[in-house]
C-alpha cells in the first residue's frame, strides 16, 4: 500500500474548464490518510463560484480538493464610466442628424435656385419682345421699375420651381423687373431685366406665392446714400432690420449689391461702391420679410440684350 507524506504534491491535474480559468491546470494536494491515495477517480462539483474536488474512494479519511479563483469581473464605477462613454456616443451622432437634414435643405434650395437662374432668363428671351413692346412697357426713367405688363407675361405657374410639384408645395418663385439703361448708338434703347429669385421657407405657414392676386416679393425703398470713404456707401433705411448683414439687394441704378450691417445704427447698412454710386442711390429693392421673419430674396440674375 502506498502511502504519502502529507502537503506532498502528488501530480497536476487538468483543470476542468480546460486552460482557462486556472491556467496552466489544477494542483491536487491530498492530506496523509490511514488507507493511502483511493484509486477511484475524484468527484468534481462546482460551489460559490470555485472548483471542489473531492476524493470518492470508500473510506478514505483524507480529502483532495481544488479550488480555482473566479473569473475577475467588472467594478460598478467601469460599469459607469462604460454607460458615460456610450451615452456620450450617442448623443454626439444624433446630434448629427438634425444638421444633416438642414444642411440638406440649404442644398436644396441652392440647387433650386441656380436651376431657376438658368431657366428664368431662357423664358425672357424666348418671349421675342421688340423694341416697340418694351418702350410701352417702361416709364421714361433709368431707374430699375416694376412693370406689371413685363411681370406678367409668363403666368404664376411659370415663375414657380419645382415645376413638377404641387403649387402649395412650390418653393422658388422669380419676379422680373425692367430697366430702360439708354440707347444704344448701334441697336437704339437697352433694356435690362433683373430676375429676382425667392424662396420660401418650408416652416413657413403662409404660401405668399399664391396669396392673393398677385403677390408682390420685391419691395421698393426710398433710402439716402452717403460716401464714406474706402469704398464704403452708408444707406440709410426707413426702419431698423429692413435689410441684414449678408442680404443681397438692387439699388435704382441696376447695381446689385451685399449689404454689412451698421454696428451703431440698426436702421443703417454699408455696401461697396464709390463716391459717385453713392450720388446715384435713392431707391433700393429687396425681398419682403416671410411669416417668419427670415428673408425671401436669394439671388439677382441680370438679363441683357433680350429685345429683338
Not at 424662396?199 to 399664391?210: A, I, L, T
Not at 446714400?225 to 449678408?246: K, S
Request: hydrophobic residues 40%; proline residues 6%.
Amino acid at each position: 500500500m502506498n502511502t504519502v507524506q502529507q502537503d506532498q504534491w502528488l501530480r497536476r491535474l487538468p483543470s476542468p474548464l480546460g486552460r482557462g480559468v486556472g491556467g496552466e491546470g489544477m494542483m491536487v494536494r491530498t492530506a496523509r490518510t490511514g488507507h493511502g491515495v483511493s484509486a477511484l477517480p475524484p468527484a468534481l462539483s462546482h460551489r460559490e463560484g470555485a472548483w471542489d474536488l473531492h476524493s470518492s474512494g470508500a473510506g478514505s479519511e483524507g480529502t483532495s480538493m481544488l479550488r480555482v479563483a473566479s473569473r475577475p469581473g467588472f467594478t460598478l464605477m467601469e460599469t459607469l464610466i462604460a454607460i458615460a462613454i456610450f451615452m456620450i456616443s450617442l448623443v454626439a451622432i444624433a446630434a448629427l442628424f438634425p444638421v444633416g437634414f438642414t444642411l440638406q435643405r440649404y442644398a436644396l434650395g441652392d440647387a433650386a435656385t441656380h436651376a431657376v437662374a438658368g431657366t428664368a432668363p431662357a423664358l425672357i428671351r424666348k418671349e421675342g419682345l421688340t423694341a416697340s413692346d418694351l418702350m410701352a412697357m417702361t416709364q421714361a426713367t433709368a431707374a430699375v421699375q416694376d412693370s406689371q405688363d413685363f411681370a406678367t407675361r409668363w403666368s404664376r405657374n411659370d415663375r414657380t420651381y419645382p415645376g413638377t410639384t404641387p403649387q402649395s408645395r412650390r418653393t422658388v418663385y422669380w419676379y422680373p423687373l425692367l430697366q430702360l439703361k439708354g440707347d444704344n448708338p448701334e441697336r437704339g434703347p437697352n433694356w435690362v431685366a433683373y430676375v429676382l429669385i425667392f424662396q420660401r421657407e418650408h416652416n413657413d405657414p403662409e404660401n405668399w406665392m399664391y396669396s392673393g392676386t398677385g403677390p408682390e416679393p420685391a419691395q421698393q425703398v426710398n433710402v439716402t446714400a452717403q460716401y464714406e470713404g474706402n469704398n464704403q456707401i452708408r444707406i440709410q433705411l426707413q426702419e431698423a432690420g429692413q435689410v441684414r448683414t449678408g442680404e443681397v439687394l438692387l439699388d435704382g441704378g441696376g447695381s446689385i449689391r451685399r449689404a454689412r450691417a451698421d454696428p451703431d445704427d440698426a436702421s443703417a447698412i454699408f455696401v461697396s461702391g464709390t463716391a459717385d454710386d453713392a450720388d446715384e442711390i435713392s431707391e433700393i429693392w429687396i425681398g419682403r420679410r416671410s411669416a417668419t421673419g427670415q428673408p425671401t430674396l436669394r439671388r439677382i440674375v441680370p438679363v441683357a440684350d433680350f429685345a429683338r
